[in-house]
């Protein structure tokens, strides 16, 4: 315990000479403009404060700009118009859309002028999604993959010792987990369109065509046709209809705030959230891989999370202040230290080799789940996932679409009739845009 308080006291030292460094005119700014409050934002404001104490002429200015979406809308029309930060966080949806402009700087291009470390150090999923046309584009900051959590109290209160890993094993012990705990249902789900790509690519499906958007920009989506959609779908409704699964509509808090106060005895949820979820519950939390719609699990996982974008300012001196920020950000202890703190795993293969990490994730098995899923998948265009320039937009639209379906609007091959046009149309309208 007292190697892991090294690491905190670090950063919790770095708060207050962080405030003496901003007081120092003499430093030369880089402006950082970032995704995530509560725990994560303290995370995040902890590594800025650690390296604004490391040195004595580079101040980060850390702003947070609101979550994924928002902070999207707004990177979008700042930094073309020189307004933005040096910079920048952002979910790994937007990555497609980044690398058709000419306002960022790959990752790559800066490590080959500077190689303070490998790109063979960074997880291969990872390199496998940031990696386009042979330029890796960003840092992986936070990433993150869905997972499963349970109640491990609710589990040994009912006499279930085996994790499901299929959704018929968790309708087969449904009934058993609601009699033999206090739990009102065995499960309950946000619609969250995330987890709808990650159980798709699982089941062995791509959502659009052209291998998802790898080899060619897609131009419609498949999980309508290919099969895939309807058996996610409709797995999904049945655990609804059936009353294993309570269906919290797209109210994702309320998903996960169901869970901590013992309502439901499983849920699904980002890696992201392992510290809130622990600390905030009141009995032994569970991590497991998430289960798949198929009769058994597939090692086919997708990675989400955020990552930290360069700025092609044409200021040298900013950019090349702003890149000491980002080795840091990148370097082991920062990552491990960050890792501990949230429940993100570290991109940095290096972080794991840090002794307080190490001996955290001996003692903290949950904290392993969703790394240890990552590093069984197959690497492809398909765990590669959804890759398009409206991938937000089509996320959307399939949650509205899949709580319309989920509410007996209408069928299965209406709700994916409905998906596929308002989703093709938005892949039409970007791709012509593009072409423009």
Known sequence: ?????????????????????????????????????????????????????????????????????????????????GEGPDVFHIFEMATAYLANVDWVVPFSDMLEKDPFMSLDDINGAMRNYYTVDGKFLCLPFNPSSPIMYYNKTAFEAAGIT?????????????????????????????????????????????????????????????????????????????LVDEG???????????????????????????????????????????????????????????????????????????????WEFMKFMASPEPAAAFSMATGYYAANARAYE????????DEHPNAKVALDQLNASELSNLTGSLFTGVSPELRQIWQEEMDLYLQDAYSIEDALAECAERSNAALAAYNANTAA
């Open 162 to 238: 085996e994790v499901p890993t299929t959704f018929a094993e968790i309708e087969a012990i449904a009934q058993q987990l609601v009699d033999g705990s206090d739990c009102q249902y065995a499960m309950g789900l946000s619609i969250y369109g995330w987890f709808f790509e990650a159980l798709l690519v699982g089941s062995g499906h791509y959502y659009v065509d052209n291998e998802n958007g790898r080899v060619a920009p897609a131009t419609k989506i498949e999980y309508d046709t290919n099969g895939g959609g309807q058996m996610v779908m409709e797995a999904w409704k049945r």
């Open 354 to 361: 840090v002794e307080e990490y190490v001996q955290y994730l």
């Open 244 to 322: 294993v699964c309570f269906n919290y509509g797209v109210d994702n808090d309320s998903s996960k705030a169901a869970f901590m106060a013992g309502d439901t005895a499983i849920t699904f949820e980002s890696t992201a959230q392992l510290t809130t979820i622990t600390n905030g519950s009141s009995f032994e939390v569970g991590a497991a891989m998430l289960p798949s719609v198929l009769d058994e699990r597939v090692d086919r996982a997708i990675i989400g999370g955020g990552n930290l974008w360069l700025v092609n300012t044409g200021d040298e001196q900013r950019m090349a202040d702003t």
């Open 1 to 81: 315990m007292k190697k892991f308080l090294s690491l905190a006291l670090v950063l919790v030292l770095a708060l207050g000479f962080a405030t003496m460094a901003s007081a120092e005119t003499e430093k030369r700014t880089v402006t950082f403009w970032h995704c995530s409050g509560g725990t994560i934002g303290e995370a995040i404001q902890a590594n800025v404060d650690a390296f604004n104490a490391s040195q004595d002429e580079i101040f980060v200015d850390a702003i947070y700009q609101g979550g994924y979406d928002d902070s999207l809308i707004k990177i979008k029309a700042a930094v073309p118009a």
